[in-house]
């Protein structure tokens, strides 16, 4: 293994990125989840970008023939929903923009795996962000989750993600206390921000999905586009947790410091507080 470095890819770069999404305001097609779906699209709107949530069998394809990229999460599903992501995945595919996948709580159930594996027949991915145990879930590996929290840790999962990066010719993220962010070409980068409190409220890893989309569409390199959005949001929960614990408030109050940091944060507080390592795998 390469000594991690973070020569190839810089604060300065992936703040960039940022930039962009705020100048340019992609417009990401999310077909989501009933939990998180508003805060999903606060959090877009937040970071600049413009969402569409979008899921009736009648507009869905020209939604996804619009749109500069899809998001598709599987965590409240059922076979309506699941169609619209397939007739979604078909036409983004057939148009080149990124689509982000999102498998909540594969593992948990047959119909679950079942719906990850129709759409994962359909089209591959341009990118996977899950938890440990939906990474290997998804790469086949012998693993129950708990419901929609990980029962393996980011680090367990580094042998599925590879797999899965093979297996799609895309980028897989492994969410955790560190972020892991692979893809074909043998590129690792480890993101170490972010902060306990954000697993105390509902909808932080399927925004974090959201995001993805987003830099998707101003980075070509969905690698680094991956790495830029994991980062941000990262850095956002860090400085947001410290917000609220300094006014003596918690995790309710800690949600609004999130949507705030995205709209406000400076090149500055972001080069500063990034912990990124990159090395290959």
């Not at 020209?62 to 929903?81: F, K, R, S």
């Amino acid at each position: 293994m390469a000594h991690p470095t973070t020569a190839s890819l810089t604060p300065a770069d992936l703040w960039s990125d940022v930039e962009k999404v705020r100048a340019y305001a992609p417009l990401v097609h999310s077909i989501t989840n009933h939990v998180v779906m508003n805060l999903n699209a606060n959090v877009l709107l937040a970071a600049g970008a413009s969402p569409v949530m979008a899921h009736a069998h009648e507009e869905v394809v020209d939604m996804a023939g619009i749109a500069q990229a899809l998001v598709l999460n599987i965590g409240t599903l059922e076979p309506y929903w699941i169609e619209s992501m397939r007739l979604a995945l078909l036409t983004a595919t057939a148009r080149g923009i990124p689509v982000v996948l999102d498998p909540v709580g594969a593992g948990a159930t047959p119909y679950r795996n079942q719906s990850l594996a129709l759409l994962m027949s359909t089209a591959s991915p341009s990118v996977i962000r899950g938890n440990g145990s939906e990474v290997m879930s998804l790469a086949g590996s012998a693993i129950k989750t708990r419901g929609v929290d990980s029962g393996a840790a980011a680090d367990d999962a580094l042998g599925a993600a590879q797999a899965l990066t093979q297996a799609t010719h895309g980028v897989v993220c492994v969410s955790g206390a560190t972020d892991h962010v692979l893809d074909a070409q043998h590129r690792w980068a480890r993101l170490s921000n972010g902060h306990v409190w954000m697993t105390k409220i509902t909808g932080i890893g399927c925004s974090a999905t959201s995001l993805i989309g987003a830099f998707c569409v101003v980075q070509p390199d969905l690698w680094r586009a991956t790495v830029a959005a994991m980062a941000f949001w990262g850095v956002v929960g860090e400085l947001a947790a410290e917000q609220a614990q300094a006014a003596g408030q918690g995790v309710g109050s800690m949600q609004a410091y999130m949507l705030d940091a995205l709209q406000l944060m400076d090149a500055d507080t972001f080069t500063q507080r990034l912990r990124l390592e990159v090395a290959a795998w």
